[in-house]
Each structure stands twice: as structure tokens, then as C-alpha cells.
């Protein structure tokens, strides 16, 4: 018996978080994906849906050329930004930590060192390595040859490789460092805090400039510990660190009087935080208290 149509489940409707996913992988912005995703349903509205034989690569293809297009136009955007850009943390679900491939590609380590790639370089790399799409599917989702796409993944992967932790970092480490480097926060413990930094740590702030933050990244151990110690002793009333899972990872939410301050994220090596990561604009905190399910 022919199954009604009503209950078929729409494949924009079953994919859209693996949507959002790739898009927010090539522009780590929660902001310009969800206008991706927007821009990529009304596409697939005025296709005849009965002649797409693969819709989720049909979808992904919508997607990820529309996310190359924003992309170029984003990349030189932040050229002008006032101090560092920092990707937009999300919170997100533990599926999202269990799923270790994704939680490594969404951390934003990893988003940062993506950010160092030409857009089509990021868009070839997040489609392989992260998604799994063949070159053929690769050629036609960026436009580009077979042998091109194929030599852009092999320069993607091999400067990606150069500059990703050097050493895996297990969920256990991680969750160690944010406790010790939360602790001595609260306690205002200037060598513990150092403890747990690596000498080679670097310290970036967005505040995208509405709020203050660093104008420039703090590199080594004394220089990031003194700054967190004696910077949160100068805010005013009363802080607080909760933590959160933000990118599939650790990190911690600061309030300021009860209201959302701040975001922490983390780069952890062998037990030690090898970056620190403060996102403070407010508009890319606007959805970091509602949970964001990402996908492959």
C-alpha cells in the first residue's frame, strides 16, 4: 500500500540540523547559517521535489554553495571587525560530545584554524573530512573540477595538520583543566591559575566593540594569568562561572549580577589550557542558553 503523502517526512524537515551543521562549519556563525539554511529551503521549495534522486546530497550541494557564496562576502566583513573575531559559541547537546570526529571539527580550536583557510579551501575541507562527500560530489558542490577539488583537500588537510593540537586531548582532560582553571578564578588563586596554563598559552577576547576586551591576543603563561586574575577583580558586583557545554566541549558561562556576561571556551593539551577563548559581543550571545542540535 502506497504510503500517504502527509506522512512522509519532508527532507528539508529531516535534514536541517545537518544543514545548519555544514553551514555553521564554514562560517562559524550561528547567525549566517540559520540564513543559509532560510536561503536553501526556499531553493528546494521550487524544485520538483520527484525528480531529486539523493535529497540529502541534493541539500547539501544547496547548502554549501550557498555557504561558500556568504562566506567570501563574510571573510572580507571581518577584516574590518574591531579586535579578534571569535566564532559564535553554541551550547550543545551531549550527542554532540559522544560523537568525537564532530566535536573535534565544531571545537573552536578547530573553527579558528579553519578561519586561517581561503573559503574554498574551508568549504573542500568541512565537505571531506568532516561530512565524507566524494570528489565528484565535492566538484559540483563548489564548482570546480574533480583534479581541483582534489588538489584543494590535499592543501586544506595538510595546513589544517600543521596547525591543529598537536596531541589528541580526551573529554576527561579537558573537563580536568576547566575545573582547576574555574577554581582558581573563583579563589582568586593567581598560582593555581598558572598551574594550569601552558607556558605557551594565548588568551583572545571578542567584544566585537560594544563590550571591552583584548585588542589583541596575550601570549605566555604569566602574562594570561595575571590578566584574568587582575581583570575580573575590577568588575564590578557580583561574577559568577557556570559551567556549560559550548561546541561539544568544557567551558564556562560568566554572569555579571546574575545576567550573561561572557562565554570561556578552551584548547587543552596534555592537561594543560593551550588557549583561551572569551566571547563577550553580545550578539553572539543572543542563543547560548538554548541548546543547538548539531549533526553529520
Do not use: C
Not at 560530545?97 to 571539527?105: F, G, M, W
Amino acid at each position: 500500500m502506497t504510503q500517504p503523502a502527509a506522512d512522509i517526512a519532508d527532507p528539508f524537515t529531516t535534514h536541517r540540523s545537518l544543514l545548519f551543521t555544514v553551514a555553521y562549519e564554514m562560517l562559524g556563525s550561528a547567525a549566517d547559517a540559520e540564513d543559509v539554511v532560510q536561503d536553501a529551503w526556499l531553493k528546494w521549495e521550487r524544485v520538483d521535489h520527484a525528480e531529486v534522486n539523493d535529497p540529502r546530497a541534493y541539500l547539501v550541494r544547496i547548502v554549501s554553495r550557498t555557504a561558500l557564496d556568504r562566506l567570501r562576502t563574510v571573510s572580507r566583513r571581518r577584516e574590518d571587525y574591531v579586535g579578534p573575531w571569535l566564532p559564535e559559541p553554541l551550547m550543545t547537546t551531549r550527542d554532540v560530545a559522544e560523537d568525537v570526529e564532530l566535536a573535534e571539527s565544531v571545537s573552536m580550536a578547530m573553527l579558528l584554524v579553519l578561519e586561517t583557510l581561503s573559503p574554498t579551501e574551508r568549504a573542500v575541507f568541512v565537505l571531506r573530512e568532516v561530512f565524507g562527500l566524494d570528489y565528484d560530489e565535492l566538484a559540483q558542490a563548489v564548482d570546480k573540477s574533480e583534479a581541483a577539488v582534489r588538489q584543494i583537500a590535499h592543501r586544506a588537510r595538510s595546513h589544517v595538520q600543521s596547525r591543529r593540537p598537536r596531541v589528541d586531548v580526551t573529554r576527561a582532560e579537558a573537563e580536568t583543566a576547566v575545573v582547576a582553571f574555574r577554581t582558581a578564578l573563583q579563589t582568586g588563586d593567581l598560582q593555581g591559575l598558572a598551574d594550569i596554563l601552558a607556558p605557551d598559552v594565548v588568551a583572545l577576547a571578542d567584544g566585537g566593540g560594544v563590550k571591552q576586551a583584548l585588542p589583541r591576543p596575550v601570549h605566555g603563561r604569566d602574562k594570561v594569568s595575571r590578566l584574568f586574575t587582575a581583570g575580573f577583580a575590577q568588575f564590578p558586583g557580583t561574577i559568577t562561572f557556570e559551567p556549560l557545554e559550548v561546541n561539544g566541549w568544557p567551558a564556562l558561562l560568566v554572569r555579571l549580577d546574575g545576567e550573561v556576561d561572557s562565554v570561556f571556551t578552551f584548547a587543552v593539551e596534555g592537561g594543560l589550557i593551550t588557549g583561551s577563548y572569551a566571547i563577550r559581543n553580545p550578539e553572539k550571545l543572543s542563543r547560548i542558553l538554548a541548546e543547538v542540535p548539531l549533526t553529520r
